[in-house]
Each structure stands twice: as structure tokens, then as C-alpha cells.
């Protein structure tokens, strides 16, 4: 599934991501009450991730998903996981020389752990983190490779016409930069590596992602 995502088509969705962070209280000094800890739900973080695009390339992604601190800046989190994608003329069937289009939809979850510098540095570098990840995909293709198969690929690859389901292990590590832009608002920078790459991955190393996040 690798070829099926243009890495354009990834950008695209990354500054429409919209993660909610939940530090902006922590390291507010002036108010204490939201500064308090020991409360449980100033301790947990929900949101997620939202994406489109149009044209010959139509792709729709929904990624929701909540976190909590689980001790000095180390959190932990979960998350799920949408994607649909469809791709015109995609193939090309040989017997009834016609192209196909290309429909697909993902389905998964993720498990993540990220934990912020502040707790070791005191200036801008206390927004640095680093982010750990596992994400399992699956999702059923209508084609499934033929070596005799009618219909060609643009991996250049034959397929015949037969329902085949994918499962997809990702192992994600890496980093990212947190930018508040404000008491309640902010933005998360990310670079991670998909330690588990291979062809039916949806993803390309490294994956950017980049949004905008508010805090309560």
C-alpha cells in the first residue's frame, strides 16, 4: 500500500492535524489551581488528528485520541486510528483494457508514550520531546498479487480481481518540538521512523507531522 499514499498527500494532511496539548496549565505559574497535578483530569489530554483531500487522489483521515501524565512529564496515551482513500485509474485490467480506480479503507490503533525536557531544562529546549509509538493497521484491498494476473500494477506488479486483507505492525520512534503560541494554544512539530517499514505500510521515513493544538 506504500505507492497508494503520495507523500504530498501526507503534508497536505499534516497541517490540517489538529493534536490538543495539555502543558500550557503545567507551566503556567500564575494559576495555580489549574497547576495542581494531584487533580485527575488536569492530567488528561483528549483530541487528535484530522485530514482531507480531493481530486483524482481523495483521501480522508480521523485520528482521535487521549492521553494522560503519567509521572513528572511523561505521558501516555491511545488513539485510533481512520483512514479512507480513494485513487482514480489506479490499475489497469489487460483482458478488458480499462483502468480501475483504487478504493480502500484503513482501520487501527496506536499506543504511544512521549516525555518533555522541562523537567531537565528550564529554557526553550524544555519543549523538546521524545515520542515513542506502536500502530496496528488493517484493511482489505480488493486485487490480491498474481504472478498470471491480468490486472498491472503502478509497482509494476499483477493482481487478480479478489479480496485480500492486509495487517500492518508500525513501530514508531523519534521527537518533535512543541511552539506555544499563546496560554491556551500551540504547535507540534514531529519527525518520527517507522522501524517496521515495508511495502503494505501507508507511510514513508521519515513521517512529518506538523498542527495546531488548544488547551483548556
Request: hydrophobic residues 35%.
Amino acid at each position: 500500500m506504500k505507492s497508494l499514499i503520495n507523500p504530498i498527500i501526507l503534508l497536505s494532511f499534516s497541517f490540517l492535524f489538529i493534536p490538543f496539548c495539555a502543558f500550557s496549565q503545567d507551566y503556567s505559574p500564575k494559576n495555580k489551581q489549574v497547576n495542581n497535578l494531584d487533580s485527575f483530569w488536569h492530567r488528561v489530554t483528549v483530541g487528535g488528528n484530522l485530514g482531507f483531500q480531493f481530486g483524482d487522489a481523495t483521501g480522508i483521515m480521523v485520528m482521535p485520541e487521549s492521553r494522560i501524565r503519567i509521572v513528572d512529564q511523561l505521558y501516555g496515551g491511545l488513539g485510533f486510528t481512520y483512514e479512507y482513500s480513494r485513487f482514480k485509474n489506479y490499475y489497469y485490467d489487460t483482458q478488458s483494457n480499462e483502468y480501475l480506480n483504487y478504493t480502500v479503507n484503513v482501520y487501527g490503533g496506536r499506543v504511544f508514550f512521549r516525555y518533555y525536557l522541562s523537567s531537565v531544562f528550564s529554557n526553550f529546549l524544555e519543549n523538546i520531546f521524545a515520542h515513542v509509538e506502536y500502530e496496528y493497521l488493517t484493511y482489505i484491498t480488493p486485487y490480491k498479487y498474481d504472478p498470471s494476473g491480468s490486472i498491472e500494477g503502478p509497482d509494476l506488479m499483477t493482481y487478480r480481481r479478489e479480496k485480500h486483507s492486509i495487517e500492518v505492525n508500525s513501530m514508531f520512534v523519534g521527537g518533535g518540538y512543541r511552539q506555544p503560541l499563546g496560554q491556551h494554544t500551540c504547535l507540534d512539530f514531529l519527525v518520527l521512523y517507522n522501524l517496521n517499514d515495508t511495502y503494505d505500510s501507508p507511510y514513508t521515513n521519515p513521517v512529518f507531522r506538523v498542527g495546531f493544538g488548544y488547551t483548556f
